[in-house]
Structures are given as C-alpha cells and as structure tokens.
C-alpha cells in the first residue's frame, strides 16, 4: 500500500507544571533496557482508530490535549554520571511532531497495515535525553483520519498506558470531558519509592524474590529440547466463547475472581507439561492492580514473582492456595532492579545455576483494553477459534497475554517451537479451555490432567534427575565442566552423603585448577543449558583412573584440593 501524500505536522503545546525529580524504579529498569536491547524488541506501539467523522485538526488537538494532560509525555532524561540516568525532567511547553500519511484507498486489513507502519518506527532507539517520547503517525483516507499509529519509548509508558491514552484520545474525538487525573505522575510515584516506607518495600520484594531464586526451579523448561537462552517464537492466539463460560461457572461454583481461575488452570497446565511440581512464572502487570497506578500514564509494571506449589490434590485445592500465592507475589513486586540483579548473580553463584524467567504471565483484562484486546473473534466460527501470527525474539520459553475474558477467551500465547511444535502449541490451549470445561463441572483430581487436558507431559530419559529442587542432567554438567576447564577430564556422580547434590571429580594433571576457578569457569557457561545446575562440591585430584566412569576409583585418587568452589567470585 502506497500513500499519496506524506507530510509533517508541527504540533505545539503549552500547559502544566515544570517540574525535575527522580526516576522511578521501573523507568531506570527499563531505561537499562532502552540502552542495552534491539530497540524494535524494547520500544512498543499501539494503534488507535479514529471514531468515525473525526477531522484531522481535532485529532492533532486531542494529542496536544494528552501531552498537556500526562507528564510523562513531556519527559526526558538528561544524562548523569552514571550509565542510566538517575533523574527525569517535565517540561511545561515545547513541541512534538505528528505525520500524516494520506492515501486514495486503504486496505481491509487497515490494522495490519497500521502495525507495519509501527514497526519501521520502533527501529530506531529513542534519544533519552531530547527526544519527545511518542511517535505518531495519522493514517488517512483522502484526508480524513483513520488510524493513529503510536509508538512510544519503553521509559515514559507500558502496553496498560497506551490503552488509557487510547481511550481518552477516542473519548476527546468523541466530545466527551475527561475527569481529573488521579493516578500517581512518575516523579511522585519515585519520591513514594524513595521513602522509608517504599524502601522497606523494595526490601521485603528482594527478599522475597531471593527465596524462590534459592528454592525454586531455576528453569521451568528443563528438558532436551531446550536450549539456548532466547528463542525466535510465533504467535498464537485463541478466542474461546466455550472457554469464556467454562471461566464463569468456575466462577461461580468456586467463589473465586476469574483472574484467579485463570492464572490457576495456566500453572497448573505449565507445570503438567513440563513435569514440575512448582510452577514459577514472571507476572509483570502486578503493579497496576493499586488504584492509584491502574490508570497512570508511566512505566510501572515491574515482575511478580510468583512461586506456586503443585503438590495439592486437585484444581479447587490449588485455587484455594492460588489465591495467597498471587497476592504474595504481587504484594512483592517494587523493587530497584539493579538491586534485584546483584542479588540474582549473588544468589545463583551461591547456588550454580542460571535463573531463567521461562514462563510470563500477563493479564491484562481487567485493565484499559488494548487494540488488540478489543477485536472479537466470528460468533459462528470454529471453538475455539485458533490463529497464527508473526513471531518475535524472546527470552523466555512461554510468554501468554490475557486481553478479555467475556464475552469470550481471548489471549495469545509465544511458545518456544523447539517445545511446542504448532500442532502441541494449539494443543496447549485447546487443553486449557478443556481444563475449564471440567472445572466448571465439579473438582478436577491432578491424576487426569493428561486425560481431561489432552497435554502430556514431557518426557526426559534416565539421566535426568532432580536435584535441589530443579531437573538436572548429569551428563550435560560433566560435558559443561569438561568444556570449562579446558577439556581435563571430568567425572560426575551423585554426592555421598543425604545432600542431594552433585560432586565434580576433575583430573587437573599438571595445571593448578582450584574448586573456585572450576565452579566460575562452570558458571560462566551456564546460560542456554537449563539442565546444567552446578556440583555441590568440586574434587580436583591428579590424575584420572581407568577406567574413568567409576566414582569409586576416583575416590582413590590422590586428592589436591576440594571445595564448594563458591568461596568468592571470581
């Protein structure tokens, strides 16, 4: 689709308060991102139609009308001593740009064409410092407004806060009167973060996340086929008027929020598939359940952390434990992501293992809907109804978006193909919906989930085992050791006493190989193999016996040093 006309529109504002300030603990997480990640995976869009008989003047001034209204659209971030700027500042007048791209004819598939445009925009990474955060194209048919397409820097604005300038953008063009922000403005949300209060806040979430860290699974997906620390992942997405009344009788015969419900069937059939008994899994819209944050403009969605055990009988025991977990979690999700990170790196050096964020879980259907949360699916198509769509980078294995959960089911799901082929992936959600079904009709025991879901569990060999709580293949940590330390021979075999863990006899020969080197050598090769957690304890000896694959001869080699090797790290 080619436009006919394409020019720049200069738009001025003046209005609202100058003001400078801190950076909230969310802005400077993402800010780190901002500087660090491809800017088409870190920079996010929205596209928002135009009502009908809206003019292009009114559309511009409806934008002006939201910059005036939100600081965050009149932010930008001077740079500091530091790498991430530590403060933000407001401006009360400046400009922006808008441009307008005209055509004879548009598409039927106007959105898809919409979402392209926002693509080449997100290509480019925002200039912190002075650049105006939004970049807005007007999509016009003979002159007349369509689309707007938005792409906005990651540091001023989540998906929730494009939603609610999407709706108050359509409710202007509409004639109507916004009332009054109430929602907390980012510099005032950094000073609450900075108080005594938001600090022992910040405190207790570190805490809390570095008990799962040391406990949990380090890896959710720990299996043969994973590997890799980030997949190339296409997009499923599912809407369900079957799943949607399922939802609501549960509902109903359990007494339980349908958010619950939900979030309790997604862990419970994660954890069935990928044969775990803790279901560990990254909630990042946790923030925006506080009043004062559910309509901010800003960046404020940190990750919940959410550590659910599965060991409970049947789907009501597990919904009533839910319920706590989720609270827990979320009660637990502000914290100084730097902070967070040291604490990971101190945590799984101290424990050998890399922790991975394998499983996402974004809800958002209680939120401001997004474009695509307000697309319903055909009334007398297939159900459930099953589409794919581009896919996308991710870091994670599993990545789920709720956007509604009446009149129908609606979400989307990127799963790691290696994992989940499509024919599985669609076999996943159909689970679900299923899973559903049979809760709306009475208990489901765990024994059947296989049966009642359709989803099996995944199947890993004799030389996997659990160990410290996460699955483990011994051969893959004797191969990542031996690749390590340079190729020394290598034996791995369960410890002698009650521990649980793993011991490392390794044959340094003539090199002066300690415990330590060989635990950080080890740690440094561990991101993309989940099934590789560290030994518990390092043997290093002379030599190697022969043959070399019995614990027994190795303990009857003379002993150099030996070691936990996480003294210090190196």
């Known amino acids: 689709m080619r436009p006919t006309n394409t020019h720049t529109v200069t738009v001025p504002y003046r209005g609202g308060a100058q003001r400078r300030g801190p950076v909230t603990m969310g802005q400077a997480n993402m800010i780190r991102c901002i500087l660090r990640d491809d800017p088409a995976q870190i920079n996010i869009h929205d596209v928002w139609q135009v009502p009908a008989g809206a003019g292009l ?35 009360a007048e400046g400009e922006f740009t808008v441009t307008v791209v005209d055509h004879d004819e548009l598409p039927a598939a106007g959105t898809s064409y919409a979402d392209a445009l926002a693509d080449l925009a997100r290509a480019e990474r925002f200039v912190l410092e002075r650049e105006f955060p939004l970049r807005i194209t007007l999509v016009t048919l003979a002159g007349a407004p369509a689309f707007a397409v938005v792409v906005s820097s990651h540091a001023v604005a989540d998906g929730s806060a494009l939603a609610v300038l999407r709706e108050e953008w359509q409710a202007l063009l509409a004639g109507e009167s916004l009332p009054p922000v109430t929602a907390l403005t980012p510099i005032d949300l950094a000073v609450e973060e900075a108080s005594p209060a938001g600090l022992r806040k910040s405190r207790a979430s570190l ?6 860290i040391r406990t949990g699974p380090q890896a959710m997906f720990a299996e043969p086929a994973a590997t890799g620390a980030e997949v190339r992942a296409p997009q499923l997405t599912l809407r369900s008027r079957r799943g ?51 309509r901010s403009v800003n960046t404020v969605s940190q990750d919940a952390l959410l550590s659910l055990d599965l060991r409970e009988p049947s789907f009501d025991a597990l919904l009533r434990r839910a319920w706590g977990a989720a609270l827990n979690a979320y009660r637990h999700s502000q ?14 050096h101290e424990r050998g293992s ?4 394998d ?25 459930p109804e099953l589409g794919w769509s581009q896919g996308q980078d991710l870091p994670t294995r599993i990545l789920a978006f709720v956007f509604r959960t009446d009149p129908q089911l609606h979400l989307s799901m990127w799963a790691d193909p290696a994992l989940f082929p499509r024919e599985q992936a669609e076999g996943f959600l159909e689970g679900l919906v299923r899973l559903l079904e049979a809760a709306a009709a009475g208990d489901v025991p765990f024994t059947s989930l296989t049966e009642v879901t359709g989803v099996r569990p995944v199947e890993r060999g004799p030389d996997w085992q659990q160990v410290d709580g996460c699955w483990v293949s011994p051969p893959a940590v004797a191969d990542a050791l031996r690749q390590a330390v340079g190729g020394l021979p290598v034996h791995v075999a369960p410890a002698a006493d009650e521990t649980g863990g793993l011991t490392a006899y390794v044959a340094a020969g003539g090199s002066a190989l300690t415990p330590a080197q060989a635990h950080a050598a080890l740690m440094d090769l561990l991101p993309g193999r989940p099934g590789v957690l560290a030994p518990r304890r390092y043997v290093i000896v002379q030599d190697p016996p022969s043959p070399a694959d019995r614990t027994s001869d190795w303990l009857r080699q003379q002993i150099l040093s030996e070691g936990n090797g996480r003294e210090r790290s190196m």
């Open 359 to 383: 499983v996402v879980y974004n809800d958002v259907s209680t939120l401001p809907p997004t474009q695509a949360g307000t697309t319903l699916g055909t009334a007398d198509g297939p159900d």
């Open 207 to 212: 805490a809390h996340w570095e008990q799962i």
């Open 244 to 294: 949607a009344r399922a939802l609501a009788r549960v509902v109903e015969r359990t007494g339980s929020l349908p958010a619950t419900v939900l979030l309790t069937a997604w862990c419970a059939l994660v954890a069935h598939r990928a044969g775990q008994r803790t279901c560990v899994v990254a909630v990042p819209t946790s923030n925006r359940f506080t009043p004062r944050l559910a």
């Open 57 to 91: 003047d009114a559309a511009i001034d409806a934008l002006r009308a939201l910059v005036v209204r939100h600081e965050a659209l009149r932010t930008t971030f001077p740079p500091g001593p530091a790498a991430v700027p530590a403060e933000q500042v407001v401006a």
């Open 354 to 357: 890399r922790f991975t964020r």
């Open 335 to 348: 914290f100084d992501s730097l902070a967070l990170w040291e604490m990971i790196g101190r945590t799984t």
